[in-house]
């Protein structure tokens, strides 16, 4: 049988050596410790069976404060007698009165002179005198009072005297009621083996060997405790770490690039079309100072610009009509990741290519409980000799069961610099509905051939605060940029 405390174990012995019933009191003056701890070991005990808990009305007395005053003074008829004897047995009561200390008491003091036979009024002359004979002996309520307050308390059996009732009827002593409680111990209590249950073994226990004696108590992982608020990351920096990590995993490299963009790598290099709705101001942030950037890598520039007006080399048409350099050269902040992306590739134009990039988009949307105007995605792409739709597909659904998504679908889409294109979208059980993640396909050859890249590359893109949310379960994504501390503090980190 394990004990939870050592105060337990010490009641126990206690009433073994005592082997009857104890008070509460008892217990707590034998042992030093305090009516609360007593009570709340006997009721750990008391549910183990060990003890049984029982209670009785005791009764005590209690001075009154006018007890108190004649406990510490004498009763006002021993305080008279002793001022007549003084003079001899014999005063004249004007004079007694006059040097009795008390006098509202000398009253009270002459009325019990005469009621216990200690003395008499006498005429002596004419005159009334007070006459004592002798120092009457101590009386029982006397006595009884000097006993109250020296030892503080009467034995039950010297309640119920002559004295205590003398006391009580004149007001200087009262009976109080008290319910003790008694602890005895059961069969159980007297027999086991006492063992203290400790929930962490300590040096101490193991150098002193108290280790034989207890019982290692298993930790109870699910007990309350209280909140702690330690310091911790952002949520969203959070996340942002965890699909590094995944893409790392994956045998991907992160790739960074410029927040501020020009339009030639954030749409051009991309195949979409100048009059694209994407590319207005509406949808998109331009830089007003300053406004543009110069093209530097003429060839490129060149190619691009043939490849929009009528294909150039890559088998396509391209979009017909002039394309404007100046157009170009505008300054944006950029509006997706796919231009980091393209960015490498013009750059990298070796297989094998496996990066990504988790990073800072802008759009100029209204903030709203869906969207916001600055937000983060998640890009890469796969360049590599032979690489399919399907290897796509494989990645995507990889990188989703990674993050604990294990219903993903693709569905058909159309992005201007993919061919084929496809929107994967993940099954959200708690909304009852599909929800459309990331954006992908294999880059188009107009987008490709200008940057001399000769395989195919598979790209894929998409917000990350869509995922995060759904994996906190909010439905409002302005909470991720609000830093309400309540919020940060309470989200959980383990899901
Ligand atoms: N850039 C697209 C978006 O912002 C996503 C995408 C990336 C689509 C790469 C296809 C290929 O939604």
């Known amino acids: 049988m394990s004990l939870e405390s050592r105060l337990e174990l010490e009641i126990l012995e206690l009433l073994r050596k005592a082997n009857r019933t104890l008070s509460f009191s008892e217990i707590c003056s034998s042992l030093g410790v305090s009516e609360s701890s007593v009570a709340s070991a006997s009721s750990s005990l008391f549910q183990k069976g060990l003890i049984e808990l029982s209670s009785k009305v005791t009764r005590h007395v209690q001075l009154t404060p006018e007890g108190e005053y004649h406990s510490k003074h004498g009763l006002p008829e021993r305080r008279l007698v002793k001022i007549v004897l003084e003079k001899g047995g014999k005063i004249p009561l004007d004079e007694a009165r006059e040097k009795y200390p008390d006098k509202p008491f000398f009253t009270i003091a002459l009325g019990w002179l005469r009621k216990k036979n200690w003395g008499l009024i006498q005429s002596l002359n004419g005159v009334p005198h007070i006459v004592v004979e002798k ?71 193991i150098r002193s060997g108290e280790w034989r004696r207890v019982e290692l108590k298993p930790y109870d992982v699910k007990a309350d405790v209280e909140p702690l608020y330690p310091g911790r990351l952002h949520p969203l920096t959070e996340f942002i770490k965890e699909v590094r990590e995944i893409f790392t995993e994956m045998g991907f490299t992160e790739i960074k690039g ?80 796919t231009c980091v992306s393209v960015r490498y590739l013009a750059e990298h134009k070796d297989p094998p290519v496996k990066v990504f990039s988790v990073d800072r988009v802008f759009r100029n949307e209204r903030i709203s409980f869906k969207s916001l105007a600055e937000f983060h995605q998640i890009e890469g792409i796969i360049m590599d000799e032979g690489v399919t739709l399907r290897d796509l597909k494989g990645v995507l659904t990889q990188f989703y069961k990674k993050l604990g998504l294990e219903k993903v679908q693709f569905w058909p889409s159309y992005f201007p610099y993919t061919e084929p294109s496809m929107n994967s979208v993940v099954y959200v059980p708690q909304a009852g509905r599909w929800l459309e993640l990331c954006g992908m396909g294999i880059f188009r050859p107009e987008v490709t051939k200008p940057l001399g890249i000769e395989h195919p590359v598979l790209a894929w893109g998409g917000g990350l605060e869509r995922l995060l949310m759904l994996r906190l379960g909010i439905t409002d994504i302005r909470i991720l940029y609000q830093n309400d501390l309540g919020w940060l503090r309470r989200v959980k980190t383990c899901l």
């Open 135 to 205: 120092e009457p002996p101590e009386g029982l309520d006397e006595s009884i009072l000097s006993k109250v307050s020296s030892q503080g308390f009467l034995e039950q059996n010297a309640l119920d005297t002559e004295g205590v009732r003398l006391l009580i009827n004149r007001g200087l002593v009262k009976i109080m009621e008290r319910a003790e409680r008694l602890v005895s111990l059961t069969e159980a209590g007297r027999t086991v083996e006492l063992k203290i249950a400790v929930t962490q073994l300590t040096p101490e226990l």
């Open 258 to 337: 410029p927040i501020i963009e020009s339009c030639f790598w954030n749409f051009d290099a991309l195949f979409t079309p100048q009059d694209h709705p994407a590319r207005e101001m509406q949808d998109t942030f331009y830089l007003s100072n300053p406004s543009s950037i110069e093209l530097n890598d003429r060839e490129l520039v060149e190619r691009v610009k043939k490849t929009h007006e009528d294909g150039w080399e890559t088998g396509s048409t391209g979009w017909g009509g002039k394309w404007s350099e100046d157009a170009a050269k505008k300054l944006v902040l950029r509006t997706h990741t």
